[in-house]
């Protein structure tokens, strides 16, 4: 549909424009609020299934890919530690909201309440889809920053960011769509239904991260008063 293709440019540029928002407005903090929030939030957008360009497609892959933006960012400006401690941070909201949630469902509803059915569908997630969304994300995340950390010392320039960002997180997103794929789909679809899932939900994140690259040297070039914040590599510090 020609309206989703335009939408979703629109859609895409409001998620990294506020992305780019937190960050300028709190600084490393912001990227953890950030990474807690997106963590939540592509789970309840990926219950929405959109016609794109002649596939079906779910949302959510477009907030899901400014989770490894954030986490390159950190340990592209404060280094792999802070980035590993972010990994935990989405982890712990991603598995704090589905536990919650679940709970929240079980709780017999009102006369009146017109709500229930509509979490129903939003939040009652299958085991396997729950699982699979917890596991994807651990491995790939901590994998992200792994690779990350081994290319800042093969690629170390400062304008190589681009093959840091790009290269860490082709390897990592295919990781993920593949570990989620299988735990939640595998066996329900036939194989080449599967296979299309799995190809198209990859080659969705993969165009939304190269298309990242820019808003990354954007987030990289702000500067912040707050003495915990790094200082710039053109004052003569070692970006790594």
């Known amino acids: 549909m ?6 979703g440019v629109l859609f895409v540029v409001v ?5 780019l928002l937190c960050y300028r407005m709190f600084g490393k903090t912001g990227l953890y609020a950030w990474i807690g929030f997106a963590t939540v939030v592509a789970n309840i957008q990926v219950a929405k299934t959109i016609p794109m360009l002649g596939l079906t497609m779910t949302l959510g892959n477009t907030i899901y890919t400014s989770i490894y933006m954030c986490t390159d960012l950190l340990n592209e400006k ?6 590993r401690k972010a990994v935990w941070f989405g982890f712990f909201s991603l598995l704090a909201s589905i536990v919650m ?15 229930q059915p509509h979490l129903e569908a939003i939040f009652g997630f299958l085991p396997r889809v729950a699982l699979g969304s917890l596991v994807a994300y651990f491995c790939s ?10 290319l800042k010392k ?3 320039h400062y304008n190589q960011l681009w093959i840091r960002t790009n290269g860490s997180t082709v390897f990592s997103q295919l990781v993920d769509s593949l570990i989620f794929c299988t735990i939640a789909f595998a066996g329900e679809y036939s194989f080449g239904v599967w296979w299309q899932i799995l190809v198209t939900t990859y080659l969705f994140k993969f165009v939304i991260s190269v298309a990242s690259t820019p808003v990354m040297y954007l987030a990289r070039s702000m500067k912040f008063p707050d003495a915990n ?3 710039s590599p053109s004052q003569g510090v070692n970006p790594n």
Not at 78 to 83: Q, R, V
Not at 101 to 112: D, I, N, R, S, T
């Open 154 to 156: 093969h690629f170390s």
């Open 2 to 7: 020609t309206f989703n293709f335009f939408w």
């Open 101 to 115: 949630m679940q709970m929240a469902l079980v709780f017999k509803p009102g006369a009146e309440d017109f709500a």
């Open 15 to 19: 998620n990294f424009g506020l992305f």
């Open 78 to 83: 404060y280094g792999s530690k802070d980035a």
């Open 141 to 150: 995340q901590f994998l992200d920053v792994r690779i990350y950390s081994k």
């Open 229 to 231: 914040e790094p200082a």
